[in-house]
């Protein structure tokens, strides 16, 4: 199939496309390269031996979309394309309602005058807010506590109502819990612009003295180490999720919403230990205050996923550790 991926460029956006080509599927991305290269793609066609169609462009911008949909008979979408960093949001509230809003509202608009009625959506446990209990199950209250949050709850809400209006629609909203790691040639990984919010990549920069230590954010929660627990995915893992979620939106119509984690908690701390101990590394830390708005445990109930969409996660903390740091490593090098 003929498969139209936004932000097919960016960390998890360029691994789906690694596994769409790996199964014969035809892959056509649109990227504005904001939080990505275009080197991606050379790495994409080495890892896979394809060549990516790709467009520079915004998916807010109406007439880009329709020149690509002009020239491409998309069977389905893959909608990354979106800004997602939780601080800036809070900074910059327009900025992430109009980007991730306008321009996915843009995106139906256009799958609708070209018939194209079938997508998979980029959502975020984050939807959950703080959870009643875990682990987290998809009929779960839905709260947000930041713009880049309740863009994504707003996109869901819009995809569920667009849904509602015409039957022909088909959504899939996969909601990541917390994504990590890398392909395993090292090529393509997480490379974030900057001083890195999350956890993993600001470990990678510790890994190679970029940063001088890793900053953890509060020890006194009610968890088995006090640190923050979370339930960290391989990004391959993710990556093949949409790959279902592809099948799966091609044989049905409605909307569905699916956690895609491992449905196990991790600490910081864990995590930590886990990539010193596969790596052969230290990783030094110190203990600071808690980050406003985080909570203390946050992992999956991956059923539905299992079940509907016949996935489940593969790849170990340790692998995702490897992993991560193979690609740190590799970047390194160049
Ligand atoms: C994980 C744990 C921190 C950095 C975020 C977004 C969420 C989703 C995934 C997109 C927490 C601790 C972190 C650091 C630390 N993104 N930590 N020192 O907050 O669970 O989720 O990324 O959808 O929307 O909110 O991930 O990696 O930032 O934090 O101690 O320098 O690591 O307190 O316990 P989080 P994270």
Request: charged share 20%; with cysteine; hydrophobic share 35%.
């Amino acid at each position: 199939m003929r498969i139209l991926v936004t932000g097919g460029a960016g960390y998890i956006g360029s691994h789906t496309v690694v596994e769409l080509l790996s199964v014969g599927h035809d892959v056509i991305v649109i990227d504005n390269f904001s939080n990505s290269k275009s080197s991606s793609f050379e790495a994409i066609s080495k890892i896979s031996g394809k060549d990516v169609i790709f467009y520079e462009g915004d998916v807010a911008d109406i007439s880009f979309l329709r020149n690509v949909f002009s020239k491409h008979s998309i069977d389905a979408v893959i909608h990354f394309a979106g800004y997602k960093a939780v601080g800036e949001s809070v900074e910059k509230p327009l900025k992430y309602y109009d980007n991730n809003l306008i321009s996915t509202i843009r995106l139906l608009e256009v799958m609708e005058e070209y018939q194209c009625y079938r997508l998979v959506f980029s959502s975020s446990a984050t939807v959950y807010g703080s959870p009643k209990s875990l682990p987290i199950l998809e009929d779960f209250s839905l709260s947000t506590t930041n713009p880049y949050g309740t863009t994504k709850l707003m996109i869901e809400t819009i995809l569920t109502d667009v849904s509602a209006s015409n039957s022909k629609w088909s959504f899939a909203m996969l909601r990541y819990f917390n994504p990590i790691g890398a392909h395993e040639s090292g090529m393509i990984g997480e490379d974030p612009n900057g001083i890195p919010n999350n956890l993993m990549p600001y470990i990678m920069k510790v890994s190679t003295g970029e940063l001088p230590d890793l900053k953890i954010f509060g020890n006194d929660y009610d968890t088995p180490d006090g640190t923050g627990v979370r339930d960290y995915i391989h990004v391959v893992d993710l990556a093949k999720g949409h790959l279902k979620a592809i099948d799966y939106v091609m044989e049905h119509v409605g909307v569905e919403a699916f956690n895609l984690g491992t449905g196990h908690g991790v600490s910081v701390l864990d995590l930590v230990h886990t990539f010193e101990r596969v790596n052969h590394i230290s990783i030094p830390y110190t203990i600071v205050e808690r980050r406003s708005g985080d909570i203390a445990s946050c992992y999956a109930d991956c059923t539905k996923a299992h079940e509907k969409l016949h996935w489940t996660s593969s790849k170990t903390l340790e692998e995702m550790c490897e992993d991560s740091y193979r690609y740190v490593i590799n970047q390194k090098k160049k």
